[in-house]
């Protein structure tokens, strides 16, 4: 099992930025894929980053593809997500969760670990 707690999240303005992290404890880090996912008051949790074991392949949805960049630190067991450019629909609770796997995955079913989750909120 990994424990998985965020961090970063607040209130920021239109066009501004954030950097979330998720610190990891438990399971070897490197042994897994990482990633950010996002749930607004009434919608479904969505799908947002994912990053290979190794932070050599990584993969959006396609609302934040050019805004938002996710990374990991192997040394540190820590997994970044940097958004830029947010829009008051990047509002949300986000959460970062540990893969089954190393490979990326946009199904949340292949993640078995998740943080409590951290809130973002972009004002207009």
């Known amino acids: 099992q990994v424990q998985l707690v965020e961090s970063g999240g607040g209130l920021v303005q239109a066009g501004g930025s954030l950097r979330l992290s998720c610190a990891a404890s438990?399971?070897?880090?490197?042994?897994?894929?990482m990633g950010w996912f996002r749930q607004a008051p009434g919608k479904e949790r969505e799908f947002v980053a994912t990053?290979?074991?190794?932070?050599?392949?990584?993969l959006y949805v396609d609302s934040v593809n050019g805004r938002f960049t996710i990374s990991r630190d192997n040394t540190k067991n820590t997994v970044y997500l940097q958004m830029n450019s947010l829009k008051p629909e990047d509002t949300a609770v986000y959460y970062c969760?540990?893969?089954?796997?190393?490979?990326?995955?946009?199904?949340?079913?292949?993640?078995?670990?998740w943080g409590q989750g951290t809130q973002v909120t972009v004002s207009s």
């Open positions: 990053i290979g074991w190794s932070g050599d392949t990584t």
């Open positions: 438990g399971r070897t880090f490197r042994n897994y894929a």
């Open positions: 969760a540990a893969a089954r796997t190393g490979w990326i995955t946009r199904d949340r079913y292949q993640y078995r670990d």
